[in-house]
């Protein structure tokens, strides 16, 4: 078996001998416009031939900033579950739930479809995003060549995703601008709502520094790196 067939066999992907990749040949995608133009100035700083940005093979520090952003987030994750999400009043009770406590009181009432799809949206699905995003930093530090294509998919669903964390926000919000057409109950957001919109947020920049083509990287001869 060749170079090329355990490469196939270690890393599960079909890589063309004598196919180089698009900044071997000196072609670069702008990360403003996305127009592709050739970059080949050694020394020189290139600019994108449309709307003037500066021109990278790679998005640089992107890791780092990634990095700073996904730390962030898990600091901001604890006080986002642990603190009050929503208060809710009326003339007979008054509650201050966080999301799990939400969550369980959704459940016990019977609905539990919507405990469900709240708990998904706002505990499950932000913490896997992040572990994830550590996942990809830690395997692109690394210069891992497992599963390339796999991890690529990976930071794709990540990346579609992200918004629907701020179901929560949405759901208080909702809730805030009905009830105050009623003088009856009152329904405000507590000091979680910050810390969890400011986690969605944070992984959702987190996501768009991330520079997917650094998986591939570590199966080339070529360093691109500006």
Known sequence: MGATGREVERTG???????????ARGLCSCHVCQMVSRRTERGRVAHCPRCGARLHF???????????????????????????????????????????????HLWKTGSWMIAVI???????????????????????????????????????????????????????????????LGSMATVKAGPAAVAFGAVVVLTMFATMEFDPRLIWDPLQKEEFHD
């Open 13 to 23: 992907v079909v890589v063309t001998p004598g196919a180089p990749i698009a900044a």
């Open 58 to 104: 790679r998005r640089p520090g992107s890791v780092q900033r990634c990095w700073a952003l996904v730390i962030a987030s898990f600091i901001l994750y604890v006080p986002a579950n642990l603190l009050i999400m929503m208060e809710t009043g009326s003339l007979i009770t008054y509650r201050k739930d966080t999301i799990v406590s939400g969550v369980v």
């Open 118 to 180: 709240v708990f998904i949206a706002s505990v499950a699905i932000p913490l896997l995003k992040l572990f994830s995003l550590t996942l990809l930093l830690i395997s692109v530090q690394r210069r891992s060549t497992w599963n390339p294509r796999q991890r690529t998919r990976l930071y794709r669903l990540v990346e579609a995703v992200g918004r629907w964390s701020m179901l929560d926000i949405y759901v208080v919000t909702l809730l805030a601008a009905l009830v105050q």
